[in-house]
């Protein structure tokens, strides 16, 4: 006959508890894995983003120099500023 101790019945409660944590876990790790690949899509895209804008001042940086010095072999008065506002 099988001896029904303390020790016992803790294990099967542990079982039991396990058994049902995981069942509940599952959905939660699914939805937790859908947002970090969410995220991770999104960490990618702001990168490539400040990657284009970076690219984009350095390209303006040089189209404003450009400018200044044709502006100054031509002997024209040109306010950059008003020009890039408009």
Known sequence: MSEVTLKAIEELLDLKLDEKFDAKLEPIQKILNQ??????????QTADWNAEMAVMRE????????????????????????????
């Open 59 to 86: 390209r303006m940086r040089r189209y404003e120099e450009a400018m200044k010095l044709l502006a100054k072999k031509m002997n024209l008065a040109v306010d950059i500023k008003k020009i890039i506002e408009s």
């Open 35 to 44: 947002h970090t690949l969410s995220l991770d899509l999104i960490v990618k």
